[in-house]
């Protein structure tokens, strides 16, 4: 069984800082990838940011150069270095993880719990 505990939101005042963090647990073979997503009220869940075996990264257009994401490989843990924050960056955000649980199994998609971030005006 694969557990992600992702963390670190909370409310802050545009133009302030948040670190989200998150661990993957149990069961894992290999991660493929890791990322994070974020779902406000009344819209779609959007990817916000992914990183790769190798740590490369992309990011949705709306928070290059603002958001870092980083892997520790060790841990099983991905994080996201959110700056100069926006009220739109408001949503809930929920990290993501593309994992195999065995060597024969095919990788999956796992989800972690979300964390609320609240950005203020």
């Known amino acids: 069984q694969v557990q992600l505990v992702d963390s670190g939101g909370g409310l802050v005042q545009a133009g302030g800082s948040l670190r989200l963090s998150c661990a993957a647990s149990?069961?894992?073979?290999?991660?493929?990838?890791m990322g994070w997503y974020r779902q406000a009220p009344g819209r779609q869940r959007e990817l916000v940011a992914t990183?790769?075996?190798?740590?490369?990264?992309a990011y949705v257009d709306s928070v290059k150069g603002r958001f870092t994401i980083s892997r520790d490989y060790a841990k099983n843990t991905v994080y996201l270095q959110m700056n100069s924050l926006k009220p739109e960056d408001t949503a809930v955000y929920y990290c993501?993880?593309?994992?195999?649980?065995?060597?024969?199994?095919?990788?999956?998609?796992?989800w972690g719990q979300g964390t609320q971030v609240t950005v203020s005006s």
């Open positions: 990183i790769d075996t190798r740590g490369s990264a």
């Open positions: 149990g069961s894992i073979y290999s991660i493929s990838s």
């Open positions: 993501h993880a593309n994992l195999a649980t065995t060597f024969i199994s095919r990788s999956r998609d796992y």
